[in-house]
């Protein structure tokens, strides 16, 4: 193993993408199995250290790749197109609006009913930016373009976030 390789090399997984999390867990494990820091008790405090570097990198892998926006977000960066989420705010006009429309309706709802509509919204849209993220990713290779829809998908996680914590109030 490579502590400088990309961690779809680390997991044997294609850089892509589409990826199958029943995959990715089983490869989490299996590479967990093999660099767990108890199996080199033996051979002294370095090789243990080693290992538990080992472990720390495995998990910092698995937690970028099995979460789409992680790994959409990922992707682009590898190929040369970050996505400067925090240097580069600016977003479409109609994408603001709606998130503005989204923030009203969260703020105003006095009824769990009305959260769960907005998280059906919510979900609905998260689900179009991703089919985006994998035409443009897997279909085109069009990794600058998929920025924007990343970029949006960062948003819409913050907002879902902060309606789900909002929901757990009302219920």
Not at 38 to 60: C, P, T, Y
Request: aromatic share 8%; proline share 4%; with cysteine.
């Amino acid at each position: 193993m490579n502590l400088q390789a990309d961690d779809f090399a680390l997991f044997g997984v294609p850089r892509q993408f589409a990826q199958d999390r029943a995959d990715l867990d089983a490869r989490w494990k299996a590479l967990q199995r093999e660099a767990h820091p108890d199996k080199f008790v033996a051979h002294g405090a370095s090789a243990q250290r080693l290992a538990m570097q080992w472990s720390v990198r495995i998990n910092e892998a698995y937690q970028r790749l099995k979460d789409p926006l992680k790994r959409a977000a990922y992707l682009c960066e590898l190929a040369g197109a970050p996505i400067q989420a925090h240097s580069n705010t600016a977003m479409p006009a109609d994408f603001l609006v709606q998130q503005m429309e989204w923030r009203e309706a969260l703020d105003e709802a006095i009824e769990a009913t009305t959260l769960h509509q907005l998280a059906d919204a919510v979900q609905a849209s998260k689900a179009r930016l991703l089919q985006q993220c994998a035409a443009l990713l897997d279909g085109s290779h069009d990794f600058a373009a998929a920025v924007a829809p990343v970029r949006a998908l960062m948003f819409i996680e913050k907002f879902a976030l902060d309606l789900s914590q909002r929901i757990d109030q009302l219920e």
